[in-house]
């Protein structure tokens, strides 16, 4: 069974780093195709891409939001890692986690959400 | 980055009815989307990927067809359990986009 659980702060403020955690179980990424995303959603908004991790530790970012984000992965841990720089009340969200194969997005978190405070 | 247009955005409907979404995006993606149904403060699920593949566990009333642009997602008998709020997803190219949503009401 696959599982995948967010974690970090509920709640931090403008100008703050974000450091969330996704932690995995029921597969591995030294798996090759494997791979983890992240996806966000405003309050009662739509979803929005974030980043992505292959298994070969290739990464792929949203384009608006390259120079904020960060993504790493600790395979012995089985955790992938976000981190998103300079916080503002408009990165309120929900920050869902996903097992990524081959494009689409099979398992998800259940999501954390993180409010934003100016 | 490719635009992903849902419509409608709102759809009522009855238990027992057959419903259809579509999804329109802004270039071609050949046959690289996806389906999520999201209920209420949950995470989507997976239901449909490579845009007709049936997701393992999905109920076989959902159904998916389409390439190109132009996309459709089809319940063939609503039950109660699908009322939700359904996305697509392009998986042709980066970055990855997501359809507004449209949100399935009881009427």
């Known amino acids: 069974q696959i599982t995948l659980k967010e974690s970090g702060p509920t709640l931090v403020k403008s100008t703050q780093t974000l450091t969330l955690t996704c932690t995995f179980s029921?597969?591995?990424?030294?798996?090759?195709?494997?791979?983890v995303g992240w996806i966000r959603q405003p309050p009662g908004k739509a979803l929005e891409w974030l980043a992505l991790?292959?298994?070969?530790?290739?990464?792929r970012h949203s384009p608006s939001l390259e120079s904020r984000l960060t993504i790493t992965k600790d395979t012995s841990k089985k955790q992938v890692v976000l981190t998103m720089t300079n916080m503002d009340p408009v990165d309120t969200a929900t920050y869902y986690c996903?097992?990524?194969?081959?494009?689409?997005?099979?398992?998800w978190g259940q999501g954390t959400l993180v409010n934003v405070s100016s | 980055d490719i635009q992903m247009t849902q419509s409608p955005s709102t759809l009522s409907a009855s238990v027992g009815d057959r419903v259809t979404i579509t999804c329109r995006a802004s270039?071609?993606?050949?046959?690289?989307l996806a389906w999520y149904q999201q209920k209420p403060g949950k995470a989507p699920k997976l239901l449909l990927y490579?845009?007709?593949s049936l997701h393992s566990g999905a109920p076989s009333r959902f159904s998916g067809s389409g390439s190109g642009t132009e996309f459709t997602l089809t319940i063939s008998s609503l039950q109660p359990d699908d009322f939700a709020t359904y996305y697509c997803?392009?998986?042709?190219?980066?970055?990855?986009?997501f359809g507004q949503g449209t949100k399935l009401e009881i009427k």
């Open positions: 029921g597969f591995s990424l030294t798996t090759n195709g494997v791979g």
């Open positions: 270039q071609t993606i050949s046959f690289f």
């Open positions: 490579k845009a007709s």
């Open positions: 997803h392009q998986y042709n190219s980066f970055p990855y986009t």
């Open positions: 996903a097992q990524w194969v081959a494009g689409f997005f099979g398992s």
């Open positions: 991790i292959y298994w070969d530790d290739d990464k």
